[in-house]
């Protein structure tokens, strides 16, 4: 695949998916677990030394204790093939270190997932502003006023997206989050929530989203990339 190609999510996730990545929202991201934050440390330094000026604006590391959590994705938000081949040339660095990526399936510590905030809104371009402010975030990568997501600089906090409404709906709450996580996980989130006192609102979009509220009516949506092309 060229490396300025954009592929289809599905296409993303057949040529990432066994080498222990996963499409998650807008990136391909993986887990690497070590023993020590300074473990993690030489994860992010073998990936980074592996792509060198090709990593530039594609590769990012979380280290934290006992993990380094890796994400490749253009600067636009978007996962090209470039992307795809450095997935391949940062898995193939890591492996021969005797370190594995990994979709991080097998623990309850979501450390994949990514969290949306998402405001439902009549006049986005009349809110939009006041989120900024309030946030002090940026547009996010690839978007743009008046309607376009928000994103933390530091890449820390949640994205926050606008919701067009065409009425307005003083019956529930306009605020939401979306919890997007690996395909594999979202059915097994969803009985844990319902399990924990939630209830499915609606599974009409699933595998794409399940709408899930809990004992007061607060929702929140589990999300994958499935469904979406």
């Known amino acids: ?48 030394e592996a792509l060198g000026r090709e990593g530039e604006g594609h590769l990012t590391a979380d280290v934290r204790a006992k993990r380094a959590v890796l994400t490749l994705a253009a600067g636009d938000g978007r996962v090209t093939g470039l992307d795809l081949r450095l997935a391949h040339e940062v898995t193939a660095a890591l492996g021969a270190r005797g370190l594995r990526t990994t979709p991080g399936l097998d623990h309850g510590a979501g450390s994949l997932q990514l969290l949306e905030v998402a405001v439902d809104a009549l006049d986005i371009p009349a809110v939009r502003p006041f ?26 906090g949640p994205a926050i997206w606008f919701q067009q409404m065409d009425a307005p709906r003083p019956q529930r709450n306009r605020i939401h989050l979306d919890v997007s996580v690996p395909h594999e996980l979202a059915p097994a989130r969803v009985e844990a929530a319902v399990a924990a006192g939630g209830r ?3 599974d009409e979009h699933a595998p794409s989203f399940w709408v899930l509220a809990d004992a007061e009516g607060n929702e929140v949506c589990v999300t994958t990339w499935q469904g979406r092309d």
């Open 1 to 48: 695949m060229d490396d300025d190609a954009r592929p289809t999510r599905q296409e993303i996730s057949d040529a990432v998916g066994r080498l222990g990545w996963r499409l998650v929202l807008g990136v391909v991201t993986t887990e690497v677990r070590v023993p020590s934050l300074a473990g993690a440390v030489e994860v992010a330094s073998i990936a980074v």
């Open 131 to 156: 989120w900024q402010a309030v946030t002090g975030y940026v547009d996010a990568p690839g978007e743009s006023p008046p309607l376009g997501a928000l994103a933390d600089p530091l890449g820390r």
């Open 200 to 202: 499915v609102v609606t």
